[in-house]
């Protein structure tokens, strides 16, 4: 079975600061790992996915999120804050076996600060 | 090019009564996933159909929980007797392909249900 946890609720940066959402996964096979963005009162909007192809993966809106095996994370970041990135976003997994449906973290809410 | 459609948005009821959620996916999408999401917490699987094969229904917390899919077309998701802890937004997602391990999940706005 796997899993993802997501360390930190709530994360405040200041309007132009780097941006750190951190997400670790536990999984006996190799997996495959995404971030969900949800802004307030709509659904969830991919912003990027690892595939395996490539380590560093760059998603919409400026976020990138690096694969580290040997550490087990997929933490996301973004070099400068916006006002609009203010969402709650969700780390999830999925392997080639066992169940289809994607596993998700409990979600961390950014909070943009002027 | 419309996306996931759910209806209703929100959907009030009392203890007791049966609701019924629906979901409309993106056109040509064999897969499609039910999710619930409680308050300040993540989504948790709840059914996933694929074409004409047999629903993987492991995530359905209870006996009261059903779903259903014609082909690739609408879902319905059926909750009988409702309880308080049935509270929460039901998001519905569909992808394009077989379900492979990297195929994007689409997602519509949800359905917040409320139980008093």
């Known amino acids: 079975a796997q899993s993802v946890t997501q360390l930190g609720s709530h994360v405040s940066v200041s309007e132009g600061a780097l941006v750190l959402l951190r997400c670790n996964y536990s999984s006996s096979v190799p997996p495959y790992l995404f971030w969900y963005v949800q802004y307030p009162n709509q659904g969830l909007q991919l912003l990027l996915k690892y595939t395996s192809a490539a380590t560093l993966v760059k998603g919409i809106n400026g976020f990138e999120a690096e694969f580290k095996k040997s550490e087990t994370s997929f933490h996301l970041t973004k070099p400068s804050a916006h006002m609009s990135d203010a969402a709650e976003y969700f780390c999830?997994?999925?392997?080639?076996?066992?169940?289809?449906?994607?596993?998700f973290g409990s979600g961390t809410r950014l909070q943009v600060q002027p | 090019g419309a996306g996931v459609s759910q209806s209703p948005s929100n959907k009030v009821t009392e203890k007791g009564k049966d609701v019924e959620l629906r979901c409309d996916p993106i056109?040509?999408?064999?897969?499609l996933y039910w999710y619930r999401q409680r308050l300040g917490q993540g989504l948790e699987f709840l059914i996933y159909f694929q074409g004409n094969s047999a629903p993987d229904k492991s995530g359905l917390p209870s006996d009261r929980f059903s779903a259903e899919r014609t082909g690739e077309s609408v879902s319905t998701l059926t909750i009988q007797r409702t309880q308080q802890e049935d509270s929460a937004v039901y998001l519905c997602?569909?992808?394009?392909?077989?379900?492979?391990?990297?195929?994007?999940?689409?997602f519509g706005p949800g359905t917040r249900l409320t139980v008093l």
């Open positions: 999830a997994v999925r392997t080639d076996t066992g169940r289809r449906a994607l596993t």
């Open positions: 997602a569909s992808s394009l392909t077989s379900g492979g391990p990297t195929d994007t999940q689409y």
């Open positions: 056109s040509g999408h064999t897969a």
